[in-house]
């Protein structure tokens, strides 16, 4: 059994932490004293195995960091910064497209090409969460909203703490109900629009996709993602209203880039749920790349209509593992590689 950790007192962790000689460090001061950014120092601690989490505060061990420095030096060996990770928005202000079902399949399709690959529910109904076969979000202690209401209090955190392990070989920060508190509280909030983009920024070295679920609404949570991406893939069922949606979704992407992220770009607008058997879903279609063919770019894969798409949601599984070899896992599987070309 690993033995607990201890808790100190206030007292005894100020006294760690200050006056001359000090034996630990926060991981500010440690980037300050090291003249490094702070998330470059905080994977070198970790490299070093020289940081502690005492009262749920980030310490790093200088003597420990230190002596593992000297081996660089010794060995006249660089420190090379990680690659760092690409962050797709996955979004559509119209509920039912699909979002999640792409988000899903396209992340565990990224881990089978042998991508590490985090998908972060930003979605207050947990569905993504739920997809993956965590049933009850409501039940989990640490979700989205609880690592960004640490970020906007500026509080030292562990950014891995909370992350759950699919089998399948995504990685997931789930969300649940609490989100919607989070969305009505960052309208107070300074610099509202980047505080997702601030945690991932902590953990996009780690991985080298991250997928966001987004919310079927253009509210902050969704701005947040957008502000945080650096591209954005737009499902897009074939019916009328999710068609006619994309010009506010369009504007408001326009915006985001205009303010907050200008490396902000549109990947393209996958179609979902598609049925080329009927007249009426090659007219929907035909209205997408006439409308949005020539200012977007528009994946040459289709997801189609299946119940196959559906069922494996209830089994917490991709549609990979519940239907190996069919139509949709194929789908998915031209769609990856899309997004990896």
């Known amino acids: ?93 119209k509920g039912g497209v699909g979002k999640t079902t792409v988000a899903v399949n396209l992340g565990v399709g990224l881990a089978r090409e042998g991508k590490k690959v985090l998908l972060i529910d930003a979605d207050p109904q947990g569905s993504l969460t739920a997809s993956l076969g965590y049933v009850e979000p409501d039940d989990i202690n640490r979700t989205l909203a609880t690592v960004m209401i640490e970020v906007m209090n500026d509080v030292d955190i562990d950014p891995m703490d909370g992350i759950l392990h699919h089998a399948e070989g995504v990685d997931v920060l789930p969300a649940n109900i609490e989100l919607s508190g989070l969305e009505v509280a960052l309208v107070n909030v300074m610099s509202r629009e980047v505080i997702l983009k601030t945690y991932i920024e902590m953990i996009r070295d780690q991985y080298d996709v991250v997928l966001v679920d987004c919310m079927p609404s253009l509210g902050m949570m969704t701005i947040n993602a957008l502000a945080a991406a650096d591209e954005v893939i737009i499902p897009c069922s074939s019916s009328y209203l999710p068609v006619k949606g994309l010009e506010q979704l369009m504007a408001t992407i326009v915006k985001v880039k205009k303010h907050l992220n200008r490396k902000l770009r549109i990947r393209g607008i996958v179609m979902t749920m598609t049925d080329f058997r009927t007249n009426y879903a090659k007219d929907i279609a035909e209205m997408i790349r006439s409308g949005y063919g020539s200012k977007v770019g528009i994946f040459k894969t289709t997801i189609p209509f299946s119940v196959k798409a559906a069922e494996p949601s209830a089994e917490g599984v991709s549609v990979y593992k519940h239907c190996p070899g069919g139509k949709v896992a194929n789908a998915f599987a031209d769609l990856t590689k899309e997004v990896l070309g």
């Open 1 to 93: 059994m690993a033995k607990k950790r201890k808790e100190l007192t206030v007292e005894q962790l100020e006294n760690l932490t200050r006056g001359h000689g000090k034996k630990y460090v926060s991981l500010d001061e440690g980037a300050a004293l090291y003249s490094i950014g702070k998330n470059t120092f905080r994977q070198m601690a970790k490299d070093a195995k020289a940081t502690y989490k005492i009262n749920r505060r980030v310490l790093v061990n200088i003597q420990k960091f230190d002596e593992f420095m000297e081996r660089f030096r010794k060995n006249s060996i660089k420190w090379r910064f990680r690659k760092m990770g690409k962050v797709i928005a996955i979004t559509n202000q």
